[in-house]
């Protein structure tokens, strides 16, 4: 999950993997991120929202794989507060080294390593209980491509996998196109029945079908272009302004501990699959 901002890169496809993005630019973003907070389910509607989802389908022990976890909020938690073993890997050296230091922070252990989905994953596949990637497959123009090879890394017949997008056909898209329009074009616009289509294609069965999730996140918005413009003292305070206003607005709905998502309103789109036999 990313409610830290999608990340704004510049177009580097390699013909081996249709990636939007380049690694360079990866690089750089974490290289300038501090070690992530674990996810807080008290801090916001989003969060608890993910915390809730995450308890359904992670159980102690398990081995929990994020795909892409640079800058991971999530990785400490699934081991802190879920009990599960976590493994972890990035093609960016200093997206290993914030997921690293975020393990730390946390005062836990896990396995983080270099790697890239297309070449070397660094990781086992059949091998894991649980494979989640958030904010990752909407940066390669072949959507089927890259879920089949994070569907290969789950156990066959059982291991599951939780994808999770921005939704960029939203309100997000909107926002972003306007502050940004060349991160804009970084993201495929993907919809829950895209979504559900390319995980079927690549052997995993809906658990829970896409959906959309989440309600007035505007962290996902990408603002780096606009802050970087800002002496920094001023981009961390502008950062922590936008998230007032979205604790005030979602509070209400925290609280009722209802669930409030629709297409108008969601900034993600998420869904739960199971691998097949083969």
């Given at each position: 999950?990313?409610?830290?901002?999608?990340?704004?890169?510049?177009?580097?496809?390699?013909?081996?993997?249709t990636?939007?993005?380049?690694?360079?630019?990866?690089?750089?973003?974490?290289a300038?991120?501090?070690?992530?907070?674990?996810?807080?389910?008290?801090?916001?509607?989003?969060?608890?929202?993910?915390?809730?989802?995450?308890?359904?389908?992670?159980?102690?022990?398990?081995?929990?794989?994020?795909?892409?976890?640079g800058?991971?909020?999530?990785?400490?938690?699934?081991?802190k507060?879920?009990?599960?073993?976590?493994?972890?890997?990035?093609?960016?050296?200093?997206?290993?080294?914030?997921?690293?230091?975020?393990?730390?922070?946390?005062?836990?252990?896990?396995?983080?390593?270099?790697?890239?989905?297309?070449?070397?994953?660094?990781?086992?596949?059949?091998?894991?209980?649980?494979?989640?990637?958030?904010?990752?497959?909407?940066?390669?123009?072949?959507?089927?491509?890259?879920?089949?090879?994070?569907?290969?890394?789950?156990?066959?017949?059982?291991?599951?996998?939780?994808?999770?997008?921005?939704?960029?056909?939203?309100?997000v898209?909107?926002?972003?196109?306007?502050?940004?329009?060349?991160c804009?074009?970084?993201?495929?616009?993907l919809?829950?029945?895209?979504?559900?289509?390319?995980?079927?294609?690549?052997?995993?069965?809906?658990?829970?079908p896409?959906?959309?999730?989440?309600?007035?996140?505007?962290?996902?918005?990408?603002?780096?272009?606009?802050?970087?413009?800002?002496?920094?003292?001023?981009?961390?305070?502008?950062?922590?302004?936008?998230?007032?206003?979205?604790f005030?607005?979602?509070?209400?709905?925290?609280?009722?501990?209802?669930?409030?998502?629709?297409?108008?309103?969601?900034?993600?789109?998420?869904?739960?699959?199971?691998?097949?036999?083969?």
């Amino acid at each position: 999950m990313s409610d830290q901002p999608v990340d704004c890169l510049l177009p580097n496809a390699q013909p081996d993997n249709t990636n939007l993005i380049e690694a360079d630019q990866w690089n750089a973003n974490w290289a300038a991120t501090a070690a992530p907070i674990r996810l807080r389910p008290w801090r916001d509607y989003v969060s608890w929202r993910f915390a809730t989802l995450f308890r359904q389908y992670i159980r102690p022990g398990e081995r929990v794989l994020e795909v892409g976890c640079g800058g991971s909020r999530l990785l400490p938690y699934f081991a802190k507060d879920l009990g599960a073993e976590v493994w972890g890997f990035d093609f960016a050296p200093a997206g290993v080294n914030s997921a690293k230091a975020a393990l730390a922070r946390a005062g836990v252990e896990g396995r983080i390593y270099q790697g890239d989905l297309f070449r070397n994953a660094a990781v086992p596949p059949d091998f894991f209980d649980v494979v989640y990637s958030g904010g990752f497959i909407e940066h390669f123009t072949d959507t089927t491509d890259v879920v089949r090879r994070i569907v290969r890394l789950a156990k066959p017949g059982s291991g599951l996998v939780i994808t999770e997008v921005p939704y960029v056909g939203g309100w997000v898209g909107k926002v972003q196109k306007r502050i940004d329009p060349e991160c804009y074009a970084q993201h495929v616009a993907l919809t829950p029945a895209l979504m559900d289509s390319a995980h079927y294609q690549a052997g995993a069965q809906p658990l829970r079908p896409a959906e959309y999730f989440g309600t007035i996140s505007f962290g996902v918005v990408n603002y780096n272009r606009v802050l970087s413009q800002l002496p920094r003292p001023l981009a961390i305070m502008a950062r922590r302004l936008i998230e007032i206003p979205q604790f005030l607005l979602t509070a209400p709905l925290w609280a009722m501990r209802g669930k409030f998502e629709t297409a108008a309103i969601s900034p993600f789109l998420l869904g739960v699959y199971r691998r097949g036999e083969n």
